[in-house]
């Protein structure tokens, strides 16, 4: 197993070393690169992942269709001619769907990944390094959150903020932080421990420094592994959200939307408006989830998916 | 505690005495810091979810009376159901009622609060309990196949399926299950809801798709935890140890594997716990389950601040619990933490 | 939400299925279809004769209560145990209930209501003129919630028995020669003299069909039949099973595998079902009124109201978005099923080149504000976005808010301030629409419209039994609604009801609040 962190023997200088102020997982770091493009799930991943995105965002400039204004007149045609996909029930091209919806989608995605990524992670590190009451004070407040069910938290505030797409990532965004930020403590709590961040307060090192040379680049890959299957998350979350009616507006979309009101031809064979979304939507999530699972594979994290 | 203790203690946790002793009064110093801290927190959680429903957009009195009433009846009714005057006085009032044991009234459904939060509870945890018993042995087959296969194609390819069968939204996996076993089959009711009073046999009768539909959703969590803790414990010096003793496999497996595998499992009950009553309310929605879940929904929805204050209560202690079952998990699993005082 | 309380609201949920379900649906169908299906063993508490009728319902979302009622689900609820004076049937026609006839007096100050002389609650006490008063009174009474007292409001001075203790005898301030449809409605449920305005549901005493026999919160209700309901023999059915649905999925899925024995039709589930189950027209549900707040721009300029009125094809809104379960209105609201309908209206249908004619070379562009869901509201917006675009005077945007935001209750609430709406409104008597969504000051007056004229001849209109008189003044109401056309009522939905294989017989009176939720004739063999 590779570029061990968890593992008895950490990495990192020994005790006393007059390097000792060097962060650790440099090295290591650069064999857990390796070790993640050469796997399978890594390659796979990346390389939907890539053309999810092209397909998303580039291919709308050649396949030109219109997706603002409803046109009842094509509703529900099948595939064929200038449809590859058909339409749907109002009309709009559903391969140009897909595109528009899927950048609504990754964006959200992304978004919130980055948001609760940086946020979650901030906040557990402060927490894990201020220790003492501070730390106390700061995790019950992430257990009050967690103590409500996210899904009545989440109905009262898109209740509360008119949906959109930005609300939307600014709500499971919310949401999302407070796993982070117990994950980042925890690692944060279980690093300072060792002996290289021991020996790197022994030599004088401020808080600040043995944070941001020691701390966060050890605690870089449960981050990272956890980012990655946030995006996923999210956009699953998303879905959900169009399953009870508060996902984005018309006419904008998204993957779960789609879906969801594809439902409404179940019995009456439209397959076109159903299968699309589901695949491209399943497709997206295994990416994403092959792409965490190779990171924290090579990363050799231990991490618990909530 | 030096390196060389800590390495031994990551080999074969929980073997010394001396160790355990030592995380046990750890343990125990945390349990009692989270006996005075839960409250205090559930205190701060009442407060937040009384002060967050006024948020929703809507009138309980117009909801409840229609478009042809007066402005004036709609007050009337707003202050019948204690729902008008001061934040801060509303709050004391169920703060009251509820210590007091003497629950209040939903008005959404018109009865008593509290046997209406117990009676869902019960369904929940019922509910939760069948998805495990479901979950658990699927789950350590399958994660032990894979982590005694590790790398191989069956690894790979059970790998994949869970993932592709955790990359359904699980509203999808339901509405499947219905149109197979409900509508095709016939063999359950689609609607859970109007069965789930009759006897035991008829209450599992309606509980099967939602367990399972739930079951799935977890998965490939639990597998993948199974496949980690079991892997790691296969390459531990203790089972390396073991097999040149000559111990057969299942004795193994037995003896040294599965016992290792007793923290995980704790803190994944933890974690399952903690998920459960939120992660069941769409599930207990498309079934028309009578859950907790399902019941909070409705209560956020409809704004009724006693039903749902009361059920966040409920949920609020499961959830710290759930949390605090973790949090022990990660003392006992990790040798490095140290909780000092003042920190838990 | 608030406005269409007459009309089955379907929830809002929508689930989703994957590839593989529908090619297991279509397979299954296939089966289905020419398989034998056995109803589940949960229901099969009915032995008796006739069988339990097995009803999928919305959880209903207000007071389960007969003189608060206000949703469509919680009046079926109250509605099967209890009985009006006098129902309507699905064409309009008033018919017997409680009262066995009704006749104005020669002053038209007052309605004498005679009494079925065997009607008697589900308790076996027989329904006496004091219980009609005592009811009336609870409706009318100074701290009533009912919103059944707003429409007696200024109409009922008072209610007392008639000197043959069988009947009794309303008092009016004003003559009104609707007045026996106003018994019809919800809230107007005959209750037991001294029954508390609190608590029904655990003591529900009515002399409906049905006795309520078990209310489970959000589950669902159980009954059986009512001995002592005053056409007992008329009723077949042994009892009902109502059970409460939060997703029209696991409705449609339930009707199907046939654990309920009916559904409602809307245009996703006429989709689905097609043509192979009987379907019975329940009645005329709603209109979704399009509504020009005529106090902003571009709309304050009556020839961009008429001009958005000509350029609208309805019958192509009938048939898109009620999936022709609808009646082309011409912008004037009263219902196809009452008895005075207009006359002289030229019927308005897409005509571009009039368009050019109100608007000339202008384009007017403006925001449609209405709401997301799939009661209709939402692909109405969408089609009437296409087809004023379409003619190129209009360019239209469209905010599609969620509905508690639509029906927010600030004094800024879009559904009452916004340039231009679409709000749905139930079946209702015109003078009552008129009161309610066009009279000067009416709280539901989103167009803000004030016409002292029209006022005028509503209230003469309430006034006249002659109908000659009555056919003039509805002519020049219709002329002024459809000139002005503060509001578009370009189609009126009807509600179309599947039923199960196991059912026999049709609903008499549809299954409308107002037609009493009437089980006399049916049968269900299961």
Redesign the interface.
């Known amino acids: 197993m590779p570029a061990v962190e968890l593992g008895p023997g950490a990495p990192g200088p020994p005790a006393g070393r007059p390097d000792a102020d060097r962060p650790g997982p440099r090295w290591t770091g650069r064999l857990a690169f390796a070790a993640f493009t050469r796997s399978w799930q890594a390659q796979a991943g990346l390389a939907v992942v890539v053309i999810l995105v092209l397909f998303c965002f580039l291919s709308p400039l050649f396949y030109r269709t219109n997706q603002v204004t409803v046109q009842l007149n094509l509703k529900d045609l099948p595939p064929g001619g200038s449809h590859p996909l058909g339409t749907d029930d109002t009309g709009y091209d559903v391969l140009g769907r897909l595109m528009v919806a899927g950048q609504s989608s990754l964006e959200l995605g992304f978004a919130v990944a980055i948001a609760t990524t940086v946020f979650g992670t901030a906040y557990g590190a402060i927490a894990g390094i201020a220790g003492g009451i501070v730390d106390a004070v700061m995790m019950r407040i992430v257990d009050t959150l967690l103590a409500i069910p996210w899904l009545v938290l989440l109905l009262i505030l898109v209740n509360y903020l008119t949906p959109n797409l930005w609300t939307i990532i600014l709500l499971l965004s919310i949401l999302s932080w407070l796993g982070v930020a117990r994950l980042v403590r925890g690692e944060v709590i279980s690093l300072r421990t060792r002996d290289f961040v021991l020996a790197a307060r022994t030599m004088g090192s401020t808080s600040a420094r043995i944070v941001f040379r020691h701390l966060i680049p050890n605690a870089l890959g449960v981050i990272v592994v956890s980012a990655t299957f946030s995006i996923a998350d999210a956009i699953l979350a998303l879905s959900t959200l169009s399953f009870l009616g508060l996902g984005l507006p018309p006419p904008h979309a998204d993957w779960g939307t789609m879906l969801t009101n594809g439902l409404n031809d179940l019995f009456n064979g439209y397959w076109w408006l159903v299968y699309p979304p589901a695949v491209i939507l399943i497709v997206t999530i295994i990416a994403f989830s092959l792409i965490g699972d190779a990171l924290r594979d090579s990363l050799d994290v231990r991490l618990r998916r909530h | 505690m030096s ?1 060389l203790s ?2 031994a203690a ?2 074969a946790p929980g073997r010394r005495p001396g160790l355990w002793s030592g995380r046990r009064s750890r343990v125990l110093t945390l349990l009692g ?1 989270r006996l005075i ?1 839960i409250p ?3 205190f ?2 009442s407060i ?2 009384f002060w ?2 006024e ?5 309980p009195g ?10 004036a ?1 709609v007050r ?2 707003d202050v ?1 159901n204690g729902l008008t005057g001061p934040i801060t006085g509303r709050y004391l009032h169920w703060l009251s009622d509820f210590v007091s044991g003497n629950w209040g009234t ?2 959404v ?3 008593p609060s509290r046997p ?1 939060v117990f009676g869902h509870l019960v369904n929940t945890l019922f509910l939760g309990l069948f998805a495990f018993v479901l979950l658990v042995p699927l789950a350590l087959v399958l994660g032990s196949i894979q982590a005694y296969r590790e790398g191989g194609r069956t690894d ?1 390819g059970i ?2 399926a869970l ?2 069968l ?7 996996i ?3 299950l ?3 076993f ?3 089959l ?1 063999l ?4 859970s ?6 006897d035991f046999a ?1 209450r599992l009768q ?1 509980t099967t798709l939602p367990a399972v539909t739930l079951a799935v959703a977890y998965l490939a ?1 639990l597998a ?2 199974v496949r ?1 803790g079991t892997a790691g414990a296969l390459t531990a010096q203790f089972h390396r140890t073991a097999v040149l003793k000559g111990l057969r496999p299942a004795q193994i497996v037995r003896r040294h594997v599965a016992r290792n595998a007793l923290i995980p499992t704790l ?1 994944l009950v933890g ?1 399952y716990l ?2 459960l ?2 992660g069941s ?2 599930v207990e ?4 389950y ?1 859950g907790l ?10 704004k009724d601040p006693v039903l ?1 204050t009361d059920g ?1 209560m409920i ?2 202690v499961i ?2 619990l759930a ?1 605090l079952l973790t949090d022990i998990g ?1 003392i006992l699993m ?1 040798p ?3 909780f ?1 005082a ?3 | 939400m608030p406005l269409n309380i007459s009309s089955p609201p379907k929830a809002g949920r929508r689930a989703v299925v994957t590839t593989v379900a529908v090619a297991f649906a279509l397979v299954l169908a296939a089966c289905s279809s020419s398989g034998s299906k056995t109803p589940s063993s949960g229901s099969s508490s009915a032995a008796a004769a006739g069988g339990v009728y097995n009803l999928g319902l919305n959880t209903p979302t207000g007071s389960i209560d007969p003189l608060t009622t206000a949703d469509f689900n919680a009046m079926y609820v109250v509605g099967l145990a209890s009985a009006n004076l006098i129902i309507e049937s699905p064409s309009g026609k008033l018919e017997p209930q409680l009262a066995s006839s009704w006749t104005q007096a020669a002053d038209k100050l007052s309605w004498t209501i005679d009494l079925q002389p065997n009607a008697k609650f589900s308790n076996g006490k027989p329904v006496t003129a004091s219980d009609v008063i005592y009811t009336f009174n609870q409706i009318l009474g100074a701290s009533s919630q009912s919103p059944a007292k707003s429409s007696f409001t200024g109409i009922v001075k008072s209610v007392a028995a008639g000197s043959d203790g069988k009947s009794v005898v309303f008092t009016l301030d004003t003559p009104y020669s609707d007045f026996p449809y106003l018994l019809t409605g919800a809230n107007t449920w005959i209750l037991p003299s001294g029954t508390k305005d609190t608590n029904w549901i655990s003591d529900p005493v009515g002399a409906g069909q049905f006795i309520l026999e078990k209310y489970t919160p959000g589950q669902g209700v159980t009954y059986k039949k009512n001995p002592y309901y005053w056409d007992a023999s008329a009723v077949k059915v042994s009892g009902v099973s109502a059970k409460f649905f939060n997703d029209d999925q696991s409705e449609l899925l339930a009707f199907q595998s046939g654990q309920i024995d009916q559904i409602t039709s809307d245009p996703s589930i006429k989709a689905a079902l097609g043509t192979s189950y009987r379907q019975q027209r329940a009645g005329y549900v709603k209109f979704d009124g399009l509504v020009f707040n005529v106090t902003k721009a571009p709309f304050n300029n009556v020839k961009v109201r008429q001009a958005v009125a000509w350029a609208l094809n309805r019958p192509a809104i009938a048939q898109t978005v009620y999936s022709g379960n609808a009646t082309v209105g011409n912008d004037v609201p009263t219902f196809p099923d009452y008895a005075v309908q207009p006359q002289g209206l030229t019927a308005r249908s897409a005509n571009t080149a009039k368009v050019k004619q109100l608007l000339g070379n202008q384009v007017i562009s403006f925001t449609i504000t209405s709401y997301q869901g799939t009661q209709g509201e939402q692909t109405y917006a969408q089609l009437i976005q296409q087809q004023l675009d379409a003619t190129g005077s209009f360019k239209v945007k469209l905010n599609l808010l969620t509905e508690a935001a639509y029906y927010a209750t600030t004094s800024s609430t879009p559904w009452l301030n916004a340039p231009v709406t679409i709000t749905d409104w139930a079946n209702r008597l015109p003078t009552q629409l008129y009161s309610l969504l066009y009279a000067p000051g009416a709280t539901w007056n989103a167009s803000h419209y004030d016409n002292s004229q029209l006022d005028k001849l509503n209230k003469q209109y309430e006034a006249t039994t002659d109908q000659a008189e009555r056919q003039t003044l509805a002519n020049q109401i219709a002329q002024i609604q459809w000139t002005d056309v503060p509001v578009i009522v370009a189609a009126f939905e009807q509600s179309d009801v599947y039923l199960g294989q196991a059912v026999h017989g049709s609903f008499p009176n549809g299954q409308q609040f107002n037609g009493g939720f009437d089980f006399r004739g049916i049968t269900v063999s299961h």
Do not use: H, K
């Open positions: 390196v800590d390495q990551a080999l810091r801290q205090v927190v559930l701060v959680v937040l979810t967050l429903i948020l929703v957009p809507g009138d117009r909801n409840a009376l229609g478009q042809y009433a007066t402005p009846q009337a009714w019948s939903s008005f459904y018109q009865v209406l790979r790998t994949i993932m592709s955790s990359s359904v939204p699980e509203f999808v339901g509405v499947l219905l149109v197979v409900a509508v095709g016939n359950v009711p689609v609607e809801g109007a069965f789930a009073t009759g008829q309606v969590v993948r935890m980690t803190q974690i903690g998920t009553l939120g309310a769409v929605t498309l079934f028309n009578p879940g399902a019941l909070l929904v409705v209560a956020a929805e409809r749902l966040v949920t609020g959830a710290l949390l990660l990790d490095r933490i140290r000092e003042g920190e838990s």
